[in-house]
């Protein structure tokens, strides 16, 4: 039963992002994936969590709740940066980083630096960025078709440059 509860839950957050992804897509945009030519290049910069974006607007979310990406120029690893709350006081801290296993296309494979988190069988988690265009991308966790409850799609939205 508390598999199936959480099951409900995961499809319902699921369908939750995939309806506020929808709703950030203005109508001159097309809902499709576009071909990004450089997903990578694309990825740099700062992002915010399309659920933040929603709630406190793009502006606001992008000054508070933002997380930077700098992908290294020999494009093997991608250095990243988030705002922490440190004692009521917003501040840039460095996160782990990624290394770069392959890109296909649209989508960028990649394992977090120190990731502690495994599959059953033992193997790392693969982190997929998949650009659905220059401003929107979405994580989810490559898993087997029986592990999909545990990498739900986080949509991103690109912040103003600063």
Known sequence: MAVSLFRGKAMK???LCMLVVASMLSADRPARAQN???PLDAFNGRWTWVGHAEKLGKAKACAEHWEEYKVSADRREIRNSYLSDK???LTPQP???YIVLYRDGNS???YLNEESRKYKNGDHWV???QMENPDLFYW???TTTTEQSEGPKYARVRCPAN
Do not use: E
């Open 95 to 97: 996160g782990r980083g």
């Open 13 to 15: 957050h699921l369908a």
């Open 36 to 38: 990004v030519p450089d």
């Open 127 to 129: 982190w997929v960025m």
């Open 108 to 110: 960028v494979a990649m």
């Open 87 to 89: 004692g009521g006081t």
């Open 140 to 142: 989810r966790i490559l």
